[in-house]
DNA sequence: GTAATATTTATCGTGTGCGATTTAATTGCG
DNA sequence: CGCAATTAAATCGCACACGATAAATATTAC
């Protein structure tokens, strides 16, 4: 048996050059994340919204009444991608853009009543996607973890 | 001490409604595979590749002259996402697309003598992405096994 | 108080992803 | 053979992401 045979799928991983795409693990991340908004999509057609949208507004629900930047430093956003998203939820009606009292240079983002009622219907999501999942709660607790701290890892942010 | 207070974080991942997105396993996916991209990003600017460039020619390097169903199979990309980032490529000078002899319908993506060439100019950024994770080649592979497990149950496709 | 600097958001251009549809070629079935 | 059904790519439109930059406001230094 040659030495190449027998090498771990480990050292594999550093050594080959390069691997295919499905070995890599940045394709993994990738590739699910996509499968994931897949996943949301016929979840979230029904209430008119894109993924991103539902993250935004998801944020919101957890704390309303927040500036463009503290919205981006949640969701890892820049204004030049947050403010086109934004508008899109405005003109859906689901959020308002007010400038700050105190200091006009940030723009605090607010839900409408139609946003806020928006939450309701949209309470059944993580249940449904983590049933599609299959994987037990503790389990999916415990990857995402794990996929934190990669990202933290990488984190120059 | 409440009920609520002793919930596991892995019960409180799947009963409260809505979870912020830091606490969303789907949001780790999303904004680690970003914060993978912005890792790659400064290695593929000396090739002047992006990073949707950098795994079609990894999967070329890998294996050549394939068709764009074959190689939308292995990037999970369909036809609409692919034949602009192939032409892309081709304007680069990278790949050339030619119709397959005996099924016209089918196009086959060939690299260029430079496009084989810029593999040499690529073979340190496998390494330079595991060392920025700072986590051991085993730990990856792990990792990386455990994301394809989750995509594989979400899979339609 | 004012000029220099910093901060916050917005704008612009490029490159993806993908739903929906179209075009062209092949296959299958009588 | 003749033609409907299927398949492979391409096209079009929209919504992100993000680099680079600009515009507006606030803060700091003096």
Redesign the pocket.
């Known amino acids: 048996m040659s030495m190449l045979a027998i090498k771990s799928r480990a050292t594999y991983l550093t050594e080959m050059t390069p691997l295919p795409p499905p070995d890599m693990l940045c394709f993994a991340l990738?590739s699910t994340a996509?499968?994931m908004?897949?996943t949301y999509?016929p979840l979230l057609a029904p209430l008119g919204l894109?993924?991103?949208?539902y993250?935004l507004l998801s944020a919101l629900w957890s704390e309303d009444a927040r500036?463009?930047?503290?919205l981006?430093r949640e969701l890892?956003?820049?204004?030049?991608?947050?403010?086109?998203?934004?508008?899109?939820?405005e003109s859906k009606g689901l959020v308002q853009?007010t400038r700050?009292t105190?200091?006009?240079?940030?723009?605090?983002v607010t839900l409408t009543d139609s946003g806020r009622a928006l939450q309701a219907e949209a309470a059944h999501i993580p249940d449904c996607i983590a049933r599609e999942t299959g994987m037990a709660p503790d389990d999916l607790t415990r990857l995402r973890d794990e996929i934190l701290a990669l990202r933290n890892r990488l984190s120059s942010t």
């Open positions: 990738y996509h499968r908004q897949q999509k894109t993924y991103p949208q993250l500036t463009v930047g503290a981006g890892q956003l820049e204004s030049n991608t947050l403010t086109p998203l934004i508008k899109r939820l853009r700050d105190g200091d006009d240079r940030q723009v605090r």
